[in-house]
Each structure stands twice: as C-alpha cells, then as structure tokens.
T-cell receptor, first 113, second 114 residues
Framework: DQQVKQNSPSLSVQEGRISILNCDYTNSMFDYFLWYKKYPAEGPTFLISISSIKDKNEDGRFTVFLNKSAKHLSLHIVPSQPGDSAVYFCAASGGGSQGNLIFGKGTKLSVKP | DGGITQSPKYLFRKEGQNVTLSCEQNLNHDAMYWYRQDPGQGLRLIYYSQIVNDFQKGDIAEGYSVSREKKESFPLTVTSAQKNPTAFYLC?????????????FGPGTRLTVL
C-alpha cells in the first residue's frame, strides 16, 4: 500500500503561471517532507523540505505547504519557467523510518513557453 | 568539490551474469542508500547503510547484495537471482547528525541486461 501518493502523473502549465504539485500521505507519524526535482537519466536534486512543526516553507520561487490534518502537502512554483520542466517527487520520513525516505511516483511538469 | 559519483553511467550485461555498480561519496556522510527507478515508478529502496560494516535490507532487496567496508563506498551487486534487473539505479547519502537531513543523490547508472 502506497504511503506517499502523487495522484497526478503529469501537469502542463504556461510559462509565468503558477504550478501546483500535490502529494498525499497516509502515515501520520511522518514528520519530515521533501520535494526533489529530476531530469531524465539524472539523479534527483533536493528542492525544498518542511518539517511537521511548520505549515509553510518558502525558498525563492518555491513554496511548500503542509496540511497535517488532511495529510496533504503541495509545492507551488511561481512564476513557472521552461527550465522547471522535470519530474517532481514528493518524499516523507519519520515514524521510525531511520531517516529513510518513502517516495511518491512523481509528477511530470511541463512548462510551455 | 564534494559529491556522489556512480560509475559507469551505462552498463550492459548478459542475462545470468552478476554485475557490481559503484557508488563513492566524499561528503563524509554516514548513511548511504541504493534505490531503483523503473518507468512511471517512484524510487524504491534496495539497501541502506547507516554506518560502516552495517547495512539493512530495503523494500526490494531480493537478488541484490551490498557491502560497506569504507565510509566513502557502498557498492551494489546485482546478482543473477534478480528477476528484472534492467533499471535505473541511484545511490544516495545523508548526514545523520542533526534532526532533519535530506539525501543527496548520485547521477545514476542505467543497467541493461540483454
């Protein structure tokens, strides 16, 4: 059973607009959440994270929102740029996972010029 | 500069042969990880090691083996027992001191078994 779910396999957005990528989790013991960006045939690169004591974390154009009661987090990219086109993975850890990450299946973002 | 290296980038093997994938890091991280990625799938954990000379099975360890004789190195062997070895393999490392630490990934190795 998937503990981290990214229900949208793909998302297409116009350049300059907002991209919103969503992630749901089932394990209430998760206390640390991360977003990674991945280009084809490359390793994922860390983008932004949030701990469960916060509900928002911002870094430049990237903001992650955490709704613990809904077990939901989202990544907002504003404004979206063509270089943001990649697969975005949501990951979670905690609840005795020893720092191991549980990944979602990813959402492929396409930003059109 | 520090980072994680994986070699080779592309690897081809015949069915039935064992193959070892290299992973080296100079970040002085204690924990290291091996993942497998298949098309349309997330990253699935094969093995992990929190400290030298110790490692644990992940979710899909069958058909794989690892060693952790040095802090910097965590090689993965894909054995002939692995039913579907063709995949993209990713190595990662993480600092274990402190509360929350992200994993850093290498560039990956694409293994194709013919």
């Amino acid at each position: 059973d998937q503990q981290v779910k990214q229900n949208s396999p793909s998302l297409s957005v116009q350049e300059g607009r907002i991209s919103i990528l969503n992630c749901d989790y089932t394990n209430s013991m998760f206390d640390y959440f991360l977003w990674y960006k991945k280009y084809p045939a490359e390793g994922p690169t860390f983008l932004i994270s949030i701990s469960s004591i916060k509900d928002k974390n911002e870094d430049g154009r990237f903001t992650v929102f955490l709704n613990k009661s809904a077990k939901h987090l989202s990544l907002h990219i504003v404004p979206s740029q063509p270089g943001d086109s990649a697969v975005y993975f949501c990951a979670a850890s905690g609840g005795g996972s020893q720092g191991n990450l549980i990944f979602g299946k990813g959402t492929k973002l396409s930003v059109k010029p | 500069d520090g980072g994680i290296t994986q070699s080779p980038k592309y690897l081809f093997r015949k069915e039935g042969q064992n193959v070892t994938l290299s992973c080296e890091q100079n970040l002085n991280h204690d924990a290291m990880y091996w993942y497998r990625q298949d098309p349309g799938q997330g990253l699935r954990l094969i093995y992990y090691s929190q400290i030298v000379n110790d490692f644990q099975k992940g979710d899909i360890a069958e058909g794989y083996s690892v060693s952790r004789e040095k802090k910097e190195s965590f090689p993965l062997t894909v054995t002939s027992a692995q039913k579907n070895p063709t995949a993209f393999y990713l190595c990662a490392s993480r600092r274990t001191s402190g509360t929350y630490n992200e994993q850093f990934f290498g560039p990956g190795t694409r293994l194709t078994v013919l």
